[in-house]
DNA sequence: TCACAGGCGGCAAACGTTTCCCTGCCCAGA
DNA sequence: TCTGGGCAGGGAAACGTTTGCCGCCTGTGA
C-alpha cells in the first residue's frame, strides 16, 4: 500500500553544521511564528515594533543568520551577481572588481568573478555556472565579448550589461565608454606639443574594444588633418610583453615617430620597458601615453601620462545598470545606455619632439618640459 | 477555524525565471520519477543504464541545468569556497586568484573572494557573508590572520585553511611556507657575490608573515656570522609605494648596504624605482633581491632576483586542504600542515658589489656580470 | 451592547532538490 | 507452485525560507 500519511523518517540526516541556527529557534525563543520573524528580519512595516524588537532581540541571542539558499529558493532572486572579465592577472581588472565588490557587497549582493582567459572552453563552463548558481544579473567587463556567450545569456532573458555594444535587447544595458573624448584629448595634447608622427599600439583588434579604440584615434587624427601610415599601427595584445614586441617593431622602422599612444596603459608599460633597453629617453626622444589610468600608471619612470577611464565609474554605472535590470520598479528600469566618461591625465611622459620648439604658452611649457 | 487540508494556493507568485527547467519536467519527459531523475544526475550506479539514457536524453532535451541553491539546501553543502586575501589588487594576489578559482571550478566548486583590504568593519561584514553563503570552507590566504576573524570562524566548525600559521584546531589547516630556503637562497647567493652589507625592507611587522620573513633574512644572515645594523631593517609596507619610502630611507643613511633584500616583489619594484631617481645604477651599485617572483618581476628592468613562491602551489595546496576538511572520507583528512616550498630565482638586478672581485667560477661571473 | 472594519500575525504551501523507506517485480531454489 | 531474497524505482519527507490567505482581536460608531 502507498504511505499516504506523513510517517516521521526513522534516521533523519545529520545535517546541519554545528552553530547553525535557523529561523525557527528565534521563533521558539521569541515566542512568536517564523511568518513574523520573517517579516521582522525584512522590516515588513507591519508587524508590531514591540514584537520585532523582542525578535531582533531574539536573534541576538541566538546568533541567526538567515540562509541565503532556502531565500533565494522560495524568492527566486540569488542576489548573486556575475562579473566577467578577460583576465583577471592584467592590473586594471583588480582594479574594477575590488569596485565592483565593494559596492554589489554593500548592497547586499554577492559576487561570483569569473575569468575568460580568452579561452572559449573557459567561457562555456563559466556560463554554465552562472546558470546554475542562478545569479541574478551578469556584467560582462571583458571589452570583447564572444558572440555565442551572449546568446546563451540572452535567451534566459537575464539582466546583462556588456560594455561599448551589445545586441539591443529589453534587460541588455550598455556602458558606452566615451573613448573618443579621453583619446581626442591625447592626441590633441600629443599635437599642441608639435608632434606629427604619432603612432597606435592597438590591442587585438579581434576585440570590439582595441577596435573602436584604435579607431577613436584614427578619427581625432584625422580631424587635425594628420596622416597616419600603416607602420605607425601596430597591433599589440593589451600586455605588457605585446607592449614591448610592438615597441621593437616600431623601433626598427628607417623612421621613429615621435609619440606613441597606447590603446591600453600594460603595452605603454611594455613600450616603455622596450624604450629603457635603448638609448632614447622618454619623453625627450619619444612621448608615450596609455589609455586606463591603471594605479602603476602613475609610478613609472617617467610617471604615465594618459587617458583615464575610471573604475570607479564602470562598476557604479554597472551594478545600477544590473539593479535596474533585476528590481522591476527600479527608477532607470528602462535605460539602456550609460556613458562613461574618459580625460585625459598629463604626467610626465609626453613632452614637445626633440628640435621641435613649438608654439606654446609659457605656462604649458614649464608642465611639460623636460623632466630631470 | 484553522485550514488543515491541503486548499491550493490562488495566485502564486510568478518566481521561476522563462527557460528555467527543473527535474520535474525531466521526469515528465523521460516518463520516470523525480527520484531517478536525480539519481541519474548524480549517477548513482544502481540505476538502470537503459533508464539512465532516457533520462539524459530528456535533460538534454529540456535543457536542464540543476539548482544549486536547492541542492545546496536539502544536502547541506553548497559547494562554495570562500577565498580572503589582503588586498586584490596587489598583483601577487590576482595570480593566486586564478589559480585557485581554475582548480576550484574544476573541481565542482564555486569561488567568493574577499578582499580584507586590512579594514576589520570590512573582514567582519566579508565573514557575515560567507557564513550567510554557508561555504564550505575558507582560505584565508592574506598573510598576516587577524585574530578575531580566526575566533569566529573557528566556532563554526568551518574548514579552514591558513597561510603560515593558525590555531591548532580540528578542521583547521596550515600551509606552511618554508620561507627560510629561499630566503636563505638568496642571503647566500648575495654573500657568495661578495655582499657583506645587506639590508632588508620588510612588509608591515604587525603581521605574521612579514615577521617570518625578516625572521628567516636575520637567521640566514647570523649563520654567516654577518651583522645586521637596526638602520638596515626597514619596514614597509608590501606596495610598491612603501618599497619607494623604505629605499629613500636607505637612501639617506651615511653609508648605503651593497644589497638590499625585499620582503615581497612589489617592494623591490618600489626600491628600483626610488633608485632609477638616483645616480645609482642596478645592479652595478646596488643589488636587489624580491621575494614572490610576480609576473611584473620578469619585467623589471634589470628582471629581478627573487625568490619564487608558486601561486600554484600554494592554490593546489589549499584546495586540497580545504577538500579533505570538507570530504570526510578524504585521504588526507587526518593531514594538518601543507609545506610549501621557495626557491631562489637568480635574474639581472643581483651582481657582486662594486669595487669587490670576489672569488668565484668564471660561469658564475658571466652570469651575474653587470647587465648591459 | 452590538455590528463592522481594519490590521496584525499565524498556518501552511511552495521553491527544487536529495534520500529514506517501502513496494513490487524478478528470479532462484525447494 | 510456492517461498524468500535482492534490488530497482517511486512516494514523500525534509532542508529553511517567503508569502497568500484567513482568523482573531481591537477599536469605533451607532
Redesign the pocket.
Known sequence: ?????????????E??RPG?????DVALRA?????????A??RIP???S???SRVWKAIDEVG????TQ??A????RSRLLGLIVSEITNPFFPELVQEFETLATSQGYEVLIGSTNYDPARTESLMRRLLQRNVDGVAVMTFGVEEDLVKKLVEREFPLVFVDAGPNLPNIHVLKVDYGEGIRQGVQHLAALGHRSIAFISGPLAQRSPKVRLDAFLKSMDELGIHVPAEHQVEGTHTMEGGITAMEQLLALDKLPTAVMCSNDMTAIGALHALYRTPLKVPQDISIVGFDDIHLAQFMLPPLTTVQMSCRSLAVAAIEALRAGIEPDHPKARQKEWLISTRLVVRQSSTFPRGSLPAMSHSAQQRHGPAR
Open positions: 500500500m502507498i504511505r499516504t500519511v506523513s510517517t516521521p523518517r526513522k534516521h533523519p540526516p545535517r546541519r547553525t541556527v535557523s529561523i525557527r515566542g512568536v511564528s517564523i511568518a513574523t520573524v520573517s517579516r528580519v525584512n507591519t508587524v508590531d514591540e514584537l520585532a541567526y543568520l538567515p540562509n532556502a531565500r529558493l522560495v524568492s527566486g
